[in-house]
């Protein structure tokens, strides 16, 4: 394999102006991919996440909008493919997470945190998936997390947007298999993201290693995923979690 084996591909990662998008951003372009940039409303951020891209000699695009809006999906798609032609790498990254108790719940709150997730994978997916099929070649990589396969406390909406990413990450495996389309998930444990403490023992104490991991320890995983050396891998949950019990 040589050291770009991504040359000429295209990614798509939603929610990739800051933390573990970002770190995807930056790690497939040194891969050779180019990269549409998506972010809800903090345009900077995505600017920086560019830079990083440019840096490793790639192109960007920056596509701003909400991923829970079925027509803010579909302006994002068609400007990625107006530019580049074909996604080749679609990484469901955008999610919320609000805690509030089941019973406070209305169905805003369920449609907010619901359709940001998982309807936004649906919508990127049909919306990519074709040009996959007509080249022969793409990777689908979601994100899920451990604490949303075990069940958050106060977060029904998002339990149940991740155990429908695994279900339908599953199930484009079964069907788009046999198109040389792969279909997998990455599960995120504890990771150093913007504000959040790596020094509490009561939190370290539950992962074997030691340490909270980084951004870059996620999409490590992620750019595995998308890389032809992940070929024969497919309809798989890895988790990246330092080893902490599921």
Not at 53 to 70: C, K
Not at 116 to 125: D, E, P, V
Not at 196 to 202: A, H, I, L, M
Request: charged share 15%; with cysteine.
């Amino acid at each position: 394999m040589t050291d770009r084996p991504l040359a000429g591909k295209t990614a798509f990662i939603s929610g990739s102006g800051r933390n573990i998008g970002r770190a995807i951003a930056a790690q497939l372009a040194g891969l050779g991919a180019n990269v549409v940039i998506n972010g809800a409303s903090n345009r900077q951020a995505c600017e920086d996440t560019a830079g990083l891209v440019h840096a490793q000699g790639t192109e960007s695009l920056i596509v701003m909008g909400d991923m829970g809006r079925a027509e803010e999906i579909a302006a994002i798609s068609k400007a990625a493919l107006d530019r580049f032609g074909t996604i080749d790498i679609l990484v469901n990254n955008a999610a919320v997470r609000p805690h509030k108790p089941f019973l406070d719940m209305d169905e805003s709150d369920w449609h907010f945190v619901v359709d940001t997730s998982l309807t936004a994978a649906f919508r990127t997916t049909q919306a990519f998936l074709p040009g996959m099929v007509d080249k022969g070649w793409g990777r689908i990589i979601s994100m899920t997390g451990m604490k949303a396969i075990k069940g958050y406390f106060e977060g029904a909406p998002i339990s149940a947007a991740k155990h429908g990413i695994w279900g339908l990450t599953k199930a484009l495996a079964t069907e788009f298999g046999p198109h040389g389309i792969t279909a997998n998930a990455v599960s995120p444990g504890q990771t150093l993201t913007e504000g959040r403490d790596g020094t509490d023992p009561k939190k370290l104490a539950s992962i074997p290693v030691g340490f909270m991991g980084a951004p870059e320890d996620v999409a490590a995983a992620v750019t595995f995923l998308a890389s032809p050396a992940s070929r024969f891998v497919n309809g798989q949950m890895i988790g990246v979690n330092g080893g902490q019990a599921t």
